[in-house]
């Protein structure tokens, strides 16, 4: 079955800390999002890739950091100079960027501790 | 920038019960709009892609309509179930710019 795979699902960070998600797909999907869900908030764009070895930022990229070496990947690392980062994180993908339907994972609960 | 708005937050409703969400956004050189399903703690599930050339979609007990002109958007679930219970999402696409609503809880009730 193809889909998107995140892991892990639940996920524990010190202060001072860098943690990373990963994120895979195997839909063939050149474009891949990441994005950030707080209570209450629609969901917000950390990061967009639309290739392999591109990527973009989006609205509240700050604190965090992305690669793309592979179509089927793209892993967000917190950094530590992200100051508020419990949250959950949604991986997503799609045909190409944007405006194609997108495609989500089961989602990574991160938790300062 | 797009604002993308659902109204109510929260729903209750008896099981049977036919019922409309709404979606409403300001900018309507849209280029489609998703309907999305969340469980508690869960990743989201699309339910239906609506082209901007499009008026509706179908699939099963859902529909979803598109009025561009007004910019809304409305999902209809019929006869609704307890297993029906979660937050919708709608995500409105502009052209390389992707923007979610908060969400509708809905709660169906035995």
């Known amino acids: 079955d193809g889909g998107i795979t995140q892991s892990p699902k639940y996920l524990f960070r010190k202060e001072g800390q860098n943690v990373t998600l990963s994120c895979e797909q195997n839909l063939n999907h050149d474009a891949m999002y990441w994005y950030r869900q707080d209570p209450g908030q629609g969901l917000r764009l950390i990061y967009y890739?639309?290739?392999?070895?591109?990527?973009q930022k989006g609205d509240i990229a700050e604190g965090y950091s992305v690669s793309r070496e592979k179509k089927e990947s793209f892993p967000l690392t917190v950094t530590s100079a992200q100051k508020n980062p419990t949250a959950f994180y949604l991986c997503?993908?799609?045909?190409?960027?944007?405006?194609?339907?997108?495609?989500f994972g089961s989602g990574t609960r991160l938790t300062v501790v | 920038k797009q604002e993308v708005t659902q109204i109510p937050a929260a729903l209750s409703v008896p099981e049977g019960e036919n019922l409309v969400l709404n979606c409403s956004f300001t900018d309507s050189a849209i280029y489609n709009l998703q309907w999305f399903r969340q469980d508690p703690g869960k990743g989201l599930t699309s339910l239906l892609l609506?082209?901007?050339?499009?008026r509706e979609q179908t699939s099963g007990r859902l529909n979803a309509s598109l009025d561009k002109s007004s910019g809304r958007s409305t999902l209809y679930i019929a006869a609704s179930q307890p297993g029906d219970s979660a937050t919708y999402l709608c995500?409105?696409?502009?052209?390389?710019?992707?923007?979610f609503g908060a969400g509708t809880r809905l709660t169906v009730k035995p």
């Open positions: 995500a409105v696409n502009n052209n390389n710019d992707m923007r």
């Open positions: 890739s639309q290739i392999v070895n591109d990527f």
């Open positions: 997503a993908s799609s045909i190409r960027a944007f405006n194609y339907g997108y495609t």
């Open positions: 609506i082209q901007s050339s499009q």
